[in-house]
């Protein structure tokens, strides 16, 4: 699959589950907003309601201590049986005592509504509040328009004074408050104010939404694989395609030596050329060198592999930093000559001894050392600075050279195995992109770290920090 093709499917993916979500989290607040707007109309009926009942009680009270004040007198409202041989003298006291009645009943009625409108309004606002009225009566009337939860109130008088709470009131969700008028027939001076509010709410309201917000948690999970997915996709791809590049850089590093190899086998068994053992030497030199260059190679893949299932076999010994870095300087000062160019040492470490094994740990020195060559600037002489020095437990190892440099996106990925900076055969230098990874990989093994830093252009300085031995000290 082609790159532009993976990502027009990992963004079209993305902008359908980025959808998906916003619309599930809309209807989510849509839904939310409705029950809101619900529980708030809920409440504010309730509110009115309690508010009656407080106004219906009061007036209650005062017709029964009305009632109460009129005694037997009150019979009055009952008139007498219609009789068919009622006389005339007889139905002119009855309509009389009919019109007195009610008189007498208005009388009383106007008395009521006085004591009721006047009289009760001259107690101070807090005697007119039954508490346990007021507690029940909003239960009541909450669970009738279908809201179950705890709530707390406080009441306030005309000029904002609290005058009373609930007995177990708490302050938690106060901020999103309801208010209802008590005695709101009363003059302004005499009406008062409940506010209630219920810690709970939030979570009441949140309930409806609770499955859209699951659903849409299940959702994001899955956007959230399907990114895993696409990266280890868009990973793996990479990876093959370093092994590609991994194949035919081998087969052009087997290619080569096994070419020089036959053509010098073919020379040699050539009857037509003449023979002399300075041909035979030079011949014989160029089988065995390219035999080398061949096994070493071979060998550096079968490390890796060996490696990789944790099979390598280390022969760790007591070893001088010093020794074995002058060792490979010396092996190296013909081919850095030959290429123009030279080396700087300064071994200033007191205490060189490490535990390592002997041919890793030269492999190490050896590939840095080779990879500084290869990849040289041709503009400018090769110049190539290696030194040892101690610090704390530790010796350090600095090799840096003049080179052209790494790119800044690649350094995090040089120690990567197969991976290399120029792809496949479009570079100059051809390599199994193995080599920097086995260094990485034996520097670990032997407890030690390995930090690269690089400027494009200018060159590049790695730093090996191996502990130091103090066992056979």
Known sequence: MKR????????????????????????????????????????LRSLDATSRDMERNETMVYLRDVVNAHGDSLDLFSAPPYTADVTTSGMRALQRRIRNAYIYRREVLDEVIFRVLYASSELAFEKRIDRDLLQQSLRHSLVSNGINLNFHYRIFDSEGKEVARCADYDPKGEDYSFT?????????????????????????IMHVARTIYLASLFTLFLFVTFLVTVY???????????????????????????????????????????????????????????????????????????????????????????????????????????????????????????????????????????????YKRDDVSLHLEVSTWNTDDHVCIQISDNGIGIPKDDQKRIFEKFYRVHSGNKHNVKGFGLGLAYVHKMILLHHGTIKATSELGKGTTFLITLPVDKDND
């Not at 998906?20 to 849509?30: K, P, S, T, W």
């Not at 008028?181 to 709410?201: A, W, Y």
């Not at 002997?358 to 060559?373: G, P, Y």
């Open 180 to 204: 209802q008028t008590l005695f709101r027939n009363d003059s302004s001076g005499k009406m008062g104010v409940v506010c209630i509010h219920f810690p709970e709410q939030n979570r009441y």
């Open 232 to 374: 280890l996709v868009v990973r793996q791809k990479k990876v093959t395609e370093m092994k590609n590049d991994f194949i035919n850089n081998m087969t052009h590093e087997f290619k080569t030596p096994i070419s020089t190899i036959s053509i010098a086998a073919q020379m040699l068994s050539d009857s037509n050329l003449p023979k002399s053992p300075e041909t035979y030497e030079r011949l014989g030199g160029v089988i065995y060198g390219e035999t080398k260059r061949l096994r070493f190679q071979v060998e550096k893949v079968l490390q890796m592999s060996l490696y990789d299932r944790g099979n390598i076999a280390m022969k760790l010994q007591r070893l001088d930093v010093n020794k074995v870095i002058d060792g490979v300087i010396q092996t190296f000062n013909l081919k850095v000559a030959q290429n123009g160019g030279c080396i700087d040492t300064r071994l200033d470490a007191l205490n060189p001894n490490i535990c390592a094994d002997e041919m890793h740990f030269t492999n190490v020195i050896f590939n840095l050392m080779d990879n500084a060559v290869k």
């Open 4 to 43: 532009w093709m993976i990502w027009t499917v990992c963004l079209t993916m993305g902008i359908c589950f980025v959808v998906l979500l916003y619309l599930q989290f809309g209807y989510a607040e849509a839904m939310m907003s409705v029950r809101r707007e619900q529980f708030t109309e809920a409440v």
